[in-house]
């Protein structure tokens, strides 16, 4: 079975944010993960917005042609 990453929005973290990271790519993954890890007190609450689909893990990304 595919597992969705993604929260839905009625069970997600209720803002406000400390940061907004636009994108979910290599730089904005990166950028949220290491401030969702960092050692502060209270933890940052962080928002990553994305605008493309999700890939769920297992999918392909292949493509055939027929
Ligand atoms: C076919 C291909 C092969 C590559 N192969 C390699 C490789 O082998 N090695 C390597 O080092 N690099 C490779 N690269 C380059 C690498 O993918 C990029 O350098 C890297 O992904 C750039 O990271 P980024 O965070 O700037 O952008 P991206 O990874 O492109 O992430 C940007 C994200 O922001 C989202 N976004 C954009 N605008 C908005 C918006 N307004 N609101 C919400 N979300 C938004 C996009 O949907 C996307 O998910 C390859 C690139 C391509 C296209």
């Known amino acids: 079975m595919e597992s969705i990453l993604a929260t839905a929005w009625e069970e997600r973290l209720a803002g406000p944010y400390d940061v907004i990271v636009v994108g979910s790519g290599y730089g904005g993954a990166i950028t949220a993960a290491r401030?969702?890890?960092?050692?502060?007190?209270?933890k940052l609450k962080i928002c990553v917005?994305?605008?493309g689909q999700e890939w769920p893990i297992g999918s392909s990304l292949?493509?055939?042609?027929?």
């Open 35 to 42: 401030l969702a890890n960092a050692l502060l007190n209270p």
């Open 49 to 51: 917005l994305e605008r």
């Open 62 to 66: 292949t493509r055939s042609s027929a």
